[in-house]
């Protein structure tokens, strides 16, 4: 059957290498009735990149839907990690079509070769992700929001890239060559921290951010894109009161569940200001919050629960 999205192409020809790749991260493939096959990608290391899942679920349930319906809302929670080795497999159960809501529900699976004892070799299904999203037409009505906070301007800024040299002598040798790395995301920091030995701060952070060159792509593309990159900074919020940084010794860190609401159009070759804070770490756990502007207008609220564990044998470096 042929879906509102299919009617799209999902990538131009011509353009740069990562974002041709970002693209690709989109291209799922029905293996069966709602169920799509999806590439892993080395984002951040060999677990699968919590954006990269969220990015694709979203898109899996887009590809059921039978008419043009943005995504208004997605919870989502991560279950275990993934491995970057095996392609993700996520199944859609449309839960409600309506004149105007649609919902769906996606579990993402991978199915890991395991062998026994015996040395027999199987695979077993493990469920990483969970989630359900809700479409609704952009119809307008009541509409008020607070003022967008005042930051410096893109312009004023270095990308994260060109910041990177001045803390490559703290990076450990073995992570260097993955510190160097160019994102497959432009962002610009309002405020760059030291990725190693930050100060313990206020914990509230905002990067400019966008994807430039990905030519003409329809709301879905552009609201994956925004769920992949959601997930870029937000859980590290949460440790700047700290002094921890991701790479602190003994850190356990992760995502344990994420949530968007999309509140107008945007466009993501556009720059968007990502305006992040925690207010609260307890019990091994933060909760991080944010919200993306662009142009004055308030275009998508997070949050994300994360886990923070610092394991009993580890104490906090003096310098924090």
């Given at each position: 059957?042929q879906?509102?999205?299919?009617?799209?192409a999902?990538a131009?020809?011509?353009i740069?290498?990562n974002?041709?790749?970002?693209l690709?991260?989109?291209?799922?493939?029905?293996?069966?009735?709602?169920?799509?096959?999806?590439?892993?990608?080395?984002?951040?290391?060999?677990?699968?990149?919590?954006?990269?899942?969220?990015?694709?679920?979203?898109?899996?349930?887009?590809?059921?839907?039978?008419?043009?319906?943005?995504?208004?809302s997605?919870?989502?929670?991560?279950?275990?990690?993934?491995?970057i080795?095996?392609?993700?497999?996520y199944?859609?159960?449309?839960?409600?079509?309506?004149?105007?809501?649609?919902?769906?529900?996606?579990?993402?699976?991978?199915?890991?070769?395991?062998t026994?004892?015996?040395?027999?070799?199987?695979?077993?299904?493990?469920?990483?992700f969970?989630?359900?999203?809700?479409?609704?037409?952009?119809?307008?009505?009541?509409?008020?929001?607070?003022?967008?906070?005042?930051?410096?301007?893109p312009?004023?800024?270095?990308?994260?890239?060109?910041?990177?040299?001045?803390?490559?002598?703290?990076?450990?040798?073995?992570?260097?060559?993955?510190?160097l790395?160019?994102?497959h995301?432009?962002?610009?920091?309002?405020k760059?921290?030291?990725?190693?030995?930050?100060t313990p701060?206020?914990?509230?952070?905002?990067?400019?951010?966008?994807?430039?060159?990905?030519?003409?792509?329809?709301?879905?593309?552009?609201?994956?894109?925004?769920?992949?990159?959601?997930?870029?900074?937000?859980?590290?919020?949460g440790?700047?009161?700290?002094?921890?940084s991701?790479?602190t010794?003994?850190?356990?860190l992760?995502?344990?569940?994420h949530?968007?609401?999309?509140?107008?159009?945007?466009?993501?070759r556009?720059?968007?200001?990502?305006?992040?804070?925690?207010?609260?770490t307890?019990?091994?756990?933060?909760l991080?919050?944010?919200?993306?502007w662009?142009?004055?207008?308030?275009?998508?609220?997070?949050?994300?629960e994360?886990?923070?564990?610092?394991l009993d044998n580890q104490?906090?470096?003096?310098n924090?």
């Amino acid at each position: 059957m042929q879906t509102a999205f299919d009617r799209y192409a999902i990538a131009p020809d011509g353009i740069a290498a990562n974002v041709e790749d970002l693209l690709n991260t989109l291209n799922l493939t029905e293996i069966a009735a709602d169920v799509f096959q999806a590439p892993s990608f080395d984002y951040v290391g060999p677990r699968v990149f919590g954006g990269q899942v969220l990015a694709q679920a979203l898109m899996a349930a887009a590809k059921t839907l039978s008419a043009d319906k943005p995504c208004h809302s997605l919870h989502g929670y991560f279950l275990r990690g993934g491995d970057i080795r095996l392609p993700v497999i996520y199944q859609v159960r449309r839960l409600r079509d309506g004149k105007s809501l649609s919902a769906r529900e996606v579990i993402a699976v991978q199915y890991v070769p395991t062998t026994d004892e015996q040395g027999n070799t199987a695979t077993k299904e493990q469920v990483i992700f969970s989630m359900i999203a809700s479409f609704s037409p952009m119809e307008g009505g009541l509409d008020y929001q607070e003022a967008m906070p005042d930051y410096p301007p893109p312009e004023a800024l270095q990308t994260e890239q060109e910041l990177k040299p001045q803390y490559l002598h703290k990076i450990p040798e073995p992570l260097k060559a993955r510190y160097l790395r160019p994102r497959h995301v432009e962002i610009r920091p309002i405020k760059p921290q030291d990725p190693v030995s930050p100060t313990p701060t206020r914990p509230r952070q905002a990067n400019w951010l966008r994807i430039a060159d990905i030519g003409e792509q329809p709301v879905a593309i552009h609201q994956a894109l925004l769920a992949f990159v959601s997930d870029y900074y937000l859980v590290g919020t949460g440790l700047m009161s700290h002094g921890l940084s991701l790479i602190t010794r003994g850190l356990q860190l992760a995502s344990i569940d994420h949530s968007i609401h999309f509140h107008r159009p945007f466009d993501i070759r556009e720059y968007l200001l990502y305006d992040m804070w925690s207010d609260t770490t307890s019990h091994a756990k933060g909760l991080n919050h944010g919200q993306f502007w662009q142009a004055g207008k308030l275009i998508a609220t997070t949050q994300q629960e994360g886990l923070m564990r610092l394991l009993d044998n580890q104490q906090i470096p003096e310098n924090h």
